[in-house]
Nanobody
Framework: QVQLVESGGGLVQPGGSLRLSCAASGSIFRLNRINRMGWYRQAPGAERELVAAITSGGSINYADSVKARFTISRDNAKITVYLQMNSLKPEDTAVYYC?????????WGQGTQVTVSS
């Protein structure tokens, strides 16, 4: 099994910044097979959507709505993925979920609330 623990959510004013972290732990066999980690978000009444993802080789993709504002990074030694969120907007308000993919399996964190409001 793989466990994902997120941290860093909270309440921030529009234009502010937050940094989310997600640390993976568990079976060494499965941790070594993680080939992609990412962040998704789900706002009330909406479907869960991809925010950003990064592969073990460093390939990155972002949702169009967050490009130039959010940056995803990964520390392979710590098996941790980060999401730096700048210029936050009220529409970024959602529960943010970390995920990790290994061939044939997908793991999710418990989610962390991000609220952007004045």
């Amino acid at each position: 099994q793989v466990q994902l623990v997120e941290s860093g959510g909270g309440l921030v004013q529009p234009g502010g910044s937050l940094r989310l972290s997600c640390a993976a732990s568990g079976s060494i066999f499965r941790l070594n097979r993680i080939n992609r980690m990412g962040w998704y978000r789900q706002a009330p009444g909406a479907e869960r959507e991809l925010v950003a993802a990064i592969t073990s080789g460093g390939s990155i993709n972002y949702a169009d709505s967050v490009k130039a504002r959010f940056t995803i990074s990964r520390d392979n030694a710590k098996i941790t993925v980060y999401l730096q969120m700048n210029s936050l907007k009220p529409e970024d308000t959602a529960v943010y979920y970390c995920n990790a993919d290994i061939p044939g399996l997908r793991y999710w964190g418990q989610g962390t609330q991000v609220t952007v409001s004045s």
